[in-house]
């Protein structure tokens, strides 16, 4: 008995110092402030346009279809995915491949302010392929896809919780790119 009284308060004490710390899942983050958002989007409805609008009302924001019924507005510029040779064998062969994908975003307030002007956010990955294995690295490719599009979400997502969180004074930052490998 007195060992699980010990286990149960260690449990406790683990648990009070991981959450005091402030950590928490990946893909989970904390939005205040915002209560509702529109996204614009040339190509609405493909799967970053999708996973965007989860991931929004995963944190418990509402996701309009009128931009003047929305405290936000997520403007969509442009989306952009590539795929290059990154390096060759000795025989002159594919050994690997650098996956790019880029998402070009503004935000507005209910208002048409703008809050955040034009910002680029883009992701990098570097797989190695194998001609004898076409099948496993093109699904390898598609799952590394899907977390680069994951990872610019929360990086949209982060980038919409600091703008609706800036103080009223704060300006619009000048044309930005912001990049993570």
Request: hydrophobic share 40%; net charge neutral; aromatic share 6%.
């Amino acid at each position: 008995m007195k060992k699980l009284s010990c286990l149960v308060i260690a449990m406790f004490l683990a648990t009070t110092a991981i959450t005091g710390c402030g950590w928490h899942l990946r893909g989970t983050m904390q939005v205040n402030n915002i209560s509702s958002v529109h996204i614009s989007a040339e190509q609405r409805y493909n799967d970053f346009y999708n996973s965007l609008s989860r991931s929004l009302k995963a944190n418990k924001i509402d996701v309009v279809q009128n931009a003047t019924d929305a405290q936000y507005n997520i403007v969509i510029l442009g989306q952009k995915s590539e795929r290059r040779t990154a390096s060759v064998s000795v025989s002159a062969r594919v050994s690997e491949y650098q996956l790019t994908e880029e998402v070009t975003i503004m935000i507005l307030a209910s208002d048409g302010k703008p809050l955040l002007s034009r910002t680029t956010f883009s992701s990098e990955r570097v797989f190695d392929f194998d001609e004898n294995d076409v099948q496993s690295k093109e699904d390898e490719a598609n799952l590394l896809k899907r977390e680069m599009r994951d990872d610019l979400i929360r990086q949209v997502v982060s980038r919409l919780n600091s703008v609706a969180n800036r103080p009223a004074t704060a300006v619009a930052p000048a044309e930005h790119d912001a990049a993570t490998n």
